[in-house]
């Protein structure tokens, strides 16, 4: 054990340095803050990801072992080849650094991000935050529609993350995600997380009227059934649709993303007030407006005449002459938010800005929004907005990194509530700079 640990040491010396310093091949975490170690953050729940910070320093050359390049054998286990002029004691030490560079590397394949075609920006983002390329896998349809999907890599034994919202066509990347997850579990992936940005049929969460169906049980019932272990879904319509599924959802919200783009607007809080569009959102504007300075908050009472047609009947609170936030999860037909910015502007607002989280813009929406009630219109990438949907009001915020804070969280399992906890906070640049002095004594 003495000569080993000496091979070891001298094989240790050897090795090549870096700009960032030398890599840590222990299987244990290297000193707390030390720059000098990529592993120094793994599993320390800081905001901007643990690997990914290493990916955001620059890339780290891999050591080399001292001997030659490690063969493969017909099974596909490493061996040890035969070195000439090498005592036996230099060969050990070598395999066992080999070994546990190996190890480190089927670590690092054990996570897998797939994206359909909802929405392949979004995804690209996703894996450039996380330092990642996104898996490879063919996905196209027959001539009658169907659809035909395989996965150009193995996934077996990994943690498997796919993601596709189920926006506009809902029905065809619907479909599509059912079929990439079994095409996943039927692969042996380990663990398939259902990562939807956007989860259709959320509106259908109760009956309203008799003989209804309630579609949102179903599709958690499809999504279930096909495979999935793990749903990962944002700003839901709402919140007892996480009931629906029968197994673990985590709820990721797009309100720091906002917030962060709202706070960088400099509007004063004395002239602020946040504006729920219906009664259904007060709970959620609540919480918007008390991160917002702990704005006051105002109410439209709407009555609804039919799906996607609502008329509005009286404002609650308080916006003459102040700057109006109105917030819901998602704009579709942008009917409520319409009449609603009609109201507050009758009602002597300064100014309208409009924000939600899903941009589903639905005919005639974009004619609505780009009609001069709205200073500007604040969305979010969970769904693609075309080319020709875009108007000079409109302002578009990627929810990439944390989406992709959120997958290194589950992959690790770590505390996702972390995550909006200190987006909310601080930012991520800040964060960094605490850890690295030590100020920052809960990142870890």
Not at 47 to 53: A, E, K, M, S, V
Not at 140 to 156: H, N, T
Not at 386 to 406: C, D, H
């Amino acid at each position: 054990m003495l000569l080993l640990a000496v091979a070891m040491a001298s094989t240790i010396a050897s090795l090549p340095r870096t700009g960032h310093g030398l890599q840590c091949l222990s299987p244990h975490p290297c000193r707390r803050g030390s720059l000098a170690s990529p592993q120094a953050t793994r599993g320390s729940g800081l905001f901007l990801g643990d690997r990914n910070w290493r990916q955001r320093r620059g890339p780290l050359a891999r050591p080399k072992c001292a001997l030659a390049d490690s063969s493969v054998s017909w099974n596909g286990r490493p061996v040890v080849p035969v070195v000439p002029n090498q005592n036996w004691n230099s060969v050990a030490g070598s395999k066992v650094l080999r070994d546990t560079v190996l190890h480190d590397i089927r670590l690092e394949n054990r996570l897998k991000i797939f994206s359909g075609t909802a929405n392949k920006a979004l995804s690209q983002e996703i894996a450039y935050y996380m330092g990642l390329d996104l898996g490879k896998i063919t996905i196209k349809r027959f001539a009658d529609g169907e659809i035909y999907v395989q996965l150009q890599e193995s996934v077996r034994g990994c943690d498997v993350f796919l993601v596709q919202p189920t926006c506009p066509p809902a029905n065809e990347n619907l479909m599509e995600l059912l079929i990439m997850i079994d095409a996943c579990r039927r692969a042996s992936a380990k663990n398939i997380t259902a990562v939807i940005p956007y989860f259709g049929y959320a509106r259908a969460d109760r009956k309203t009227q008799g003989r209804e169906s309630i579609a949102a049980k179903l599709v958690a019932n499809l999504i279930t059934e096909a495979g999935a272990n793990r749903v990962l879904a944002c700003d839901l319509h709402s919140g007892q649709s996480m009931g629906y599924f029968d197994i673990s959802v985590d709820h990721v919200y797009g309100q720091p993303v906002i917030l962060d783009y709202l706070a960088s607007k400099m509007i004063s809080s004395n002239d602020l007030v946040v504006v729920s569009p219906d009664v259904g959102g007060v709970a959620r504007a609540r919480a918007f407006a008390k991160k917002l300075s702990d704005a006051p908050l105002a109410i439209v009472d709407k009555r609804r005449q039919g799906h996607n047609v609502s008329e509005v009947m009286n404002l609650i609170g308080d916006v003459k002459g102040k700057v109006a936030v109105m917030l819901d999860d998602m704009i579709d037909t942008a009917g409520t938010i319409f009449n609603g910015a009609a109201l507050l502007h009758a009602e002597g607002a300064r100014e309208v800005y409009a924000c939600c989280t899903h941009a589903v813009f639905s005919p005639p929406a974009i004619e609505r929004l780009a009609g001069g009630l709205f200073h500007e219109v604040i969305t979010t990438n969970t769904i693609p907005v075309t080319e020709k949907n875009y108007f000079p009001q409109l302002t578009v915020l990627s929810v990439a990194n944390l989406l992709g804070e959120t997958i290194w969280r589950v992959h690790e399992e770590g505390a996702v509530s972390r995550v909006f906890t200190y987006s909310l906070s601080f930012s991520s640049v800040e964060i960094l700079r605490m850890y690295i002095v030590g100020e920052c004594v809960n990142c870890m």
